[in-house]
């Protein structure tokens, strides 16, 4: 019941959802740049590729000189030539044995 009045206030307040939430907010700069919030981890990195886990899946960037930048525990962005941008939904798991 918590959760509900705080999603209510959240909406009164207009704050943003990737604020009061896991989901992730994935800005792209020209070719040149993306800054991803609310990120998990760092699945791969090489100069021409990083896969970059979030709460709601993988987020692929291709590109060339690709370089990791401005790292928090929150907050990341990649810089370099970028081409391609691909995403990989998570699939939930259903527990009912």
Partial sequence: MKKKKFRKIDKILEIPSEICSNESKITIVGFNEVIIENFK???EY?????R???????VNINGYGLNLKN?????????????????????EENNDN
């Fill in 41 to 43: 981890g760092i699945l």
């Fill in 46 to 50: 090489e100069e021409y590729f990083v």
């Fill in 52 to 58: 970059i886990k979030t709460y709601i899946g993988i």
């Fill in 71 to 91: 790292m928090t525990n929150d907050d990341i962005k990649v810089k370099g030539k970028i081409e391609s941008i691909e995403f990989e939904k998570m699939v």
